[in-house]
């Protein structure tokens, strides 16, 4: 794909999309924004793309903001339109049916932090750090934040994190939920990929209904949940993929779901 600010690339079942403005450690602009959307809705899209894997060039996954863009002359709408941009793209990370993977590799602040969030999983590598510092700049939080964090971490330590807007480290934002693992600096896009390649391993259709209903948790009885998880079974049982689960299974051998 031929894009402006962003590099996307389809290889073994991962959509990968780089963020690419190294010279501005990734700083989000409205064509970020635009081209962010498209590449998502390529893998939406895609048969053959079973995760996304979302990543950073250079030495930051995205600090937030470009402030040198924002201090051209712009209209109140351009503003809007330009902030209403992190919303679409948080929204989309949310509600993909295929499960999105952050992968830190420096810095995730403001916004950049945002877009972490509202991905499935965070891995961070062990200098990576993440931090929301907009209350301490006069700014306010976006990309759904408000709604995600204390669903992470809990109301105090959501609290905590927006109106100190200290950065963390991994192993912090591993232990408080906020991310799932650290991984070594050496070698840290790799084994971002490998964990990737074990989740694009797995059933889709399996994997889209749990995310579904995972990110549903909070809004559901009981009863809803049960009755979607029953609904969910019925369905996946009419799929190829279920009886090659089941064949795998009898013949002790790793299963190869293909989506159908």
Sequence with gaps: MAYETILYEMKNGIAEIRLNRPHRMNAVTQTLYDELNDALGVAEADKDARVVLLTGEGRAFCVGADLKEHKTGRTAFDRRQYLQGEQIVCKRLMLLSKPVIAAVNGYALGAGAEVAMASDFILMAESAQIGLPEVSIGNYLGGGVTYLLPRLVGLAKARELVFLGERIKGEEAVR????????????????????AQRIASKAPFSMQLAKEQLNMAAERTLDAALTAELEGMMF??????????IDAFAEKRTPVFKGV
């Design 176 to 195: 408080i939920g906020l991310a799932n693992r650290v991984l070594p600096d050496d070698g840290f896009l790799d084994g971002a990929r490998e964990f």
């Design 236 to 245: 996946v049982g009419t799929t190829k993929d279920w009886q090659e689960g």
